[in-house]
């Protein structure tokens, strides 16, 4: 299962960066074009929410894991000191939680849920989609194009 980290400053302008590598891996992995859009969006609001959360000298790290069948992207808030930020309810956006929910298969935000590597009522959004026939890699960074997906 390849996994791409990023870790950046919590800057608007870093999003963007987030959100292309994002969609550049989901690319590779098959997924289609329409598909491609939700990643962006959804990964945009994730980057955003943890940029306006977190506190000055402190980080964004972005996980992306992708295997024959899901991508997952796990988005961590991190102090000045390094450690993974406290979950909070303050400040928090429904309309951006609705607006994850509504792009992403499967959501799951931090305190209401254990993240792989966050321990408990940490900050951090975890967002995951299924791929269902994923496109054949024939060689190292071409893929063929990939095949209309059913959404369930």
Partial sequence: MPTIALRFSPLAEHVRTARLVAVSVARRAGFEEGQLDEIRIAIGEA?????GRTTAGGLVDMRLCDDSSRLEVTVVERGAD????PATDENEDPLALALLQGMADDVSVAGSTTLPGVEERRAG?????????????????????PQPRQRT
């Fill in 47 to 51: 980057c955003a929410r943890a940029v």
């Fill in 82 to 85: 390094g450690e993974v930020l």
């Fill in 125 to 145: 959004v975890r967002l995951a989609w299924a791929l269902s026939d994923p496109a054949p890699v024939t060689s190292p960074g071409v893929l063929h194009a």
